[in-house]
């Protein structure tokens, strides 16, 4: 069973920056389509995604300031949030699409 694990949260203010990270147990990071999903308030919500030939993907509110990566090498998947909204207070996850197991997420909360 993969295990994921999310790192990089933490508390900042609106038009700030945060880099999330994700390991993965093991090399799946380099076939699968990998994404970062958040739970506000509601239900999980996928943020952004990309595929094993590296295409990219955004929700609407996060185009242009979100930015998904990876390194295949070291089983990771980044996300690369600037000019963070208050709206974007929430766990977030990274997971396969479609998702399996989730891992404990990490918690950006944003805050003036």
């Known amino acids: 069973q993969v295990q994921l694990v999310e790192s990089g949260g933490g508390l900042l203010q609106p038009g700030g920056s945060l880099r999330l990270s994700c390991a993965a147990s093991e090399s799946i990071v380099s076939p699968l389509v990998m994404a970062w999903y958040r739970q506000g308030q509601g239900k999980k919500e996928l943020v952004a995604s990309i595929?094993?030939?590296?295409?990219?993907t955004y929700a609407d509110d996060v185009k242009g300031r979100f930015t998904i990566s990876k390194d295949v090498a070291k089983n990771q998947v980044y996300l690369q949030m600037n000019n963070i909204k208050l709206a974007d207070t929430a766990v977030y996850y990274c997971n396969t699409v479609p998702s399996t197991t989730w891992g404990p997420g990490t918690q950006v909360t944003v805050s003036s």
């Open positions: 595929s094993r030939f590296d295409t990219t």
